[in-house]
């Protein structure tokens, strides 16, 4: 495994210290960064990550239509089930998994290019609570045509290292509207996204080690040094998984805990072991 990263610095995001809502008893959301009413002139973005919201959603509610605008805004379904609607799909015209693709479950990934405006809803149609992370980067550039895409990631392949699961629009910035259409992303397999930007998640066994590449590897991202890593520990297990990172003993991260990683560049590979007496599941969040 690598070497610790000394030109590395890490500061945690503890738990406790996030921004708290709660909305008419069906909705509770951890914020990591300033949203809506919670504000934090110290968290406001990361690299162009500017929104990392824990919610959970009870049985029969949710998020009503709503516009967006300008924002990559991607959910990541930890249990339950999510159904999102939007503006560009009827009710009825609802199709299989990708850019039709509706009801999310565990596993599933569902991206949304807000560009020029779109309206859509979140809602748990379910009888059971939905557990999710809602995520917002910002565009490398503002008026693009929205769409969304939705995939399914492997549980299996989660265990095995660090999974990408959003990586670059292969053709940038300046991506024409056909290459726009066929959204190939710089990682085969993975959700393309408009901004400098790779995502990540894996299931880590105790005393297991994963290493994630920064930049996603060589050749992934445009900006190659001084790369800003958000490390995230869901609330899954009930307070009995833990992680450390870069093997540093202050830097141990229970659930609900974050760490920023700031300082390192493509070629490093950051260490993230698992301590707890569970499997671990950590999201990577790797921006300009």
Request: no cysteine; aromatic share 10%; charged share 25%.
């Amino acid at each position: 495994m690598s070497k610790p990263l000394t030109h590395a610095t890490i500061v945690a995001r503890r738990s406790s210290e996030r921004g708290y809502a709660e909305h008419g008893g069906w909705l509770k959301s951890f914020h990591t960064f300033s949203f809506a009413n919670y504000y934090d002139h110290r968290f406001t973005n990361f690299g162009s990550l500017r929104v990392l919201n824990e919610d959970r959603v009870s049985a029969k509610n949710g998020f009503p239509t709503h516009p967006h605008r300008d924002a990559e805004i991607f959910s990541y379904i930890l249990n339950g089930e999510l159904t999102h609607r939007d503006s560009m799909i009827k009710k009825g015209g609802e199709g299989a998994q990708g850019k039709d693709f509706f009801r999310m479950k565990r596993g599933d990934v569902q991206f949304t290019t807000g560009g020029t405006g779109i309206a859509h809803s979140e809602i748990n149609e379910s009888p059971k609570p939905v557990h999710f992370l809602q995520i917002w980067a910002l565009p490398w550039k503002t008026s693009l045509k929205p769409q969304y895409h939705t995939r399914t990631f492997s549980e299996e392949a989660k265990r095995a290292n660090f999974l990408p699961i959003l990586s670059p629009l292969a053709a940038g910035p300046d991506a024409t509207p056909a290459e726009e259409d066929a959204a190939v992303p710089k990682i085969p397999e993975t959700i393309p996204i408009h901004a400098d930007f790779v995502m990540g998640a894996g299931i880590i066994a105790p005393e297991k080690t994963f290493g994630w590449a920064v930049g996603g590897g060589e050749g992934i991202v445009g900006k190659t040094r001084k790369r800003n890593v958000y490390v995230h520990v869901p609330m899954t297990k009930n307070g009995r998984a833990s992680v450390r990172i870069d093997g540093r003993e202050e830097m141990v991260l229970e659930e609900g805990d974050g760490a920023f990683v700031s300082g390192v560049n493509v070629g490093d590979v950051l260490r993230v072991e698992s301590l707890g007496e569970v499997d671990a599941e950590v999201v990577v969040l790797d921006s300009d």
